[in-house]
Nanobody, 120 residues
Framework: VQLQASGGGLVSPGGSLRLSCAASGRVRSVNVMGWYRQAPGKERELVADITSGGIPNYSDSVKGRFTISRDNAKNTAFLQMNSLKPEDTAVYYC???????????????WGPGTLVTVSS
């Protein structure tokens, strides 16, 4: 079981990006899926997460600008980032609790980071 993230890149302030995170392998189901980020010299922080039932949770710094969603049939979560600011620049990491085909829950699984750079 692994998480695969995509969608990072360079964008101008005020622009938008969409990140995707897919759980693959011997996956039965995915519980909470979330995005964290880590800026240079700072600790990793929660950006947003979403339950399997679709209930989102956002950090105050991204409320109103970012939207997290998911497609349970595809074990995929999305992070739509609008009105991006230079302070959103960071490596973004996907995180999830995954139940594999054997019924074992893999908690706090991390995907590889994807770099988001907001700069003019």
């Amino acid at each position: 079981v692994q998480l695969q993230a995509s969608g990072g890149g360079l964008v101008s302030p005020g622009g938008s990006l969409r990140l995707s995170c897919a759980a693959s392998g011997r996956v039965r189901s995915v519980n909470v899926m979330g995005w964290y980020r880590q800026a240079p010299g700072k600790e990793r922080e929660l950006v947003a997460d979403i339950t399997s039932g679709g209930i989102p949770n956002y950090s105050d710094s991204v409320k109103g600008r970012f939207t997290i969603s998911r497609d349970n049939a595809k074990n995929t979560a999305f992070l739509q980032m609008n009105s991006l600011k230079p302070e959103d620049t960071a490596v973004y990491y996907c995180n999830a609790d995954v139940r594999n085909l054997y019924g074992f829950v893999i908690r706090n699984l991390w995907g590889p980071g994807t770099l988001v750079t907001v700069s003019s």
